[in-house]
Nanobody
Framework: QVELVQSGGGLVQAGGSLRLSCTAADRAFSTYGMGWFRQAPGEREFVAAINWASGGTYYSDSVKGRFTISRDTAQNTMYLQMNSLKPEDTAVYYC??????????????????WGQGTQVTVSS
C-alpha cells in the first residue's frame, strides 16, 4: 500500500496559476511513474504523467503548454504547475502511482494507488 498526500489547489481567477503537490509517505517509495487525473461531474480525465526514473513527461492536449509536471525523487514528491488556468480546468485533481510499465499512461486503470483528491476551482 502506498499512501499519497496531496496539497495545493483552491480558488483562482481565470488566467491565474496554482501548484499541486503529491508526496508518497513511504521512505522506501519506488515506482515506474506517477500521474495526475481530474474529475469534474462526469468521467475522470488524464492530465499529465511522468516517468519517475527518466523524467519523461506526457500531457493531455487540453493542458499541453499550460501545465508542467515535475518530480523530486529525493522528496518522493510530484508537482503539477498549472498556469493560464481556465474555468474548464475546474475539477477535483487526483495524483496516482503507476508501479509498472505496462498499459497506457493515459488510462486510469494503469495506476495502482491514488491520492485523496484536491479541489481546483477557476472562476471566470
Amino acid at each position: 500500500q502506498v499512501e499519497l498526500v496531496q496539497s495545493g489547489g483552491g480558488l483562482v481567477q481565470a488566467g491565474g496559476s496554482l501548484r499541486l503537490s503529491c508526496t508518497a509517505a513511504d521512505r522506501a517509495f519506488s515506482t515506474y511513474g506517477m500521474g495526475w487525473f481530474r474529475q469534474a461531474p462526469g468521467e475522470r480525465e488524464f492530465v499529465a504523467a511522468i516517468n519517475w526514473a527518466s523524467g519523461g513527461t506526457y500531457y493531455s492536449d487540453s493542458v499541453k503548454g499550460r501545465f508542467t509536471i515535475s518530480r523530486d525523487t529525493a522528496q518522493n514528491t510530484m508537482y503539477l504547475q498549472m498556469n493560464s488556468l481556465k474555468p474548464e480546468d475546474t475539477a477535483v485533481y487526483y495524483c496516482a502511482v503507476k508501479k509498472t510499465s505496462g498499459s497506457s499512461w493515459q488510462s486510469g486503470l494503469a495506476y495502482d494507488y491514488w491520492g485523496q483528491g484536491t479541489q481546483v476551482t477557476v472562476s471566470s
